[in-house]
């Protein structure tokens, strides 16, 4: 996306993570990353959990260089964590499919709210509080120079007006 707004061939982009360097940028929602597991585990659903112990369990991230993936290693190492510690077995390139690996039992995850919005609600999967970790992903709209279309304009004004209830 951020070449295409570097090449002009899209007006607005919205990316997670990191701002973007040489952009307008706006942070216009702040996404809460939550650890899942398969519903039908047996993982201790009703105490906080330490990082300790969810450490030697099987976990699977999304790729080396994913917006996603580089939020959970910052969010650890805040936490006092290192990413080189995980017991990664999976890297995958979607979140759909980190989600279906999930379910199917494969081991854990640490996923955008947002994205496992629908699985919590159906209990395809459960969500864990862990000790002392909190991960947030920034979300921002990012434009190289103001939008010259009305549609990207109305756009741009409608994401700004409304970033408290962003999705």
């Given at each position: 996306l951020l070449d295409q707004l570097r090449e002009e061939t899209i007006e607005i982009a919205i990316v997670e993570g990191e701002r973007p360097?040489?952009?307008?940028?706006?942070e216009i929602h702040c996404e809460e990353m939550v650890v899942v597991v398969p519903a039908t585990a047996e993982w201790p659903r009703d105490q906080a959990l330490p990082w300790k112990e969810l450490c030697r369990r099987p976990l699977i991230l999304r790729e080396e260089g994913s917006a996603t993936r580089a939020t959970v290693e910052q969010g650890l190492r805040e936490a006092g964590l290192d990413p080189e510690n995980l017991n990664v077995v999976m890297e995958l390139t979607s979140i759909d499919s980190i989600k279906?690996?999930?379910?199917?039992g494969h081991g854990f995850s640490i996923l955008p709210r947002m994205a496992v919005k629908k699985e919590l609600f159906n209990r395809t999967l459960s969500s864990l509080t862990v000790t002392d970790l909190s991960i947030v992903q920034p979300?921002?709209?990012a434009y190289k120079k103001k939008p010259h279309s009305t549609i990207a304009?109305?756009?741009?004004?409608l994401m700004k007006s409304s970033a408290k209830e962003f999705c």
């Open positions: 360097d040489n952009f307008v940028t706006s279906a690996a999930v379910e199917a979300i921002h709209i304009r109305e756009f741009l004004k």
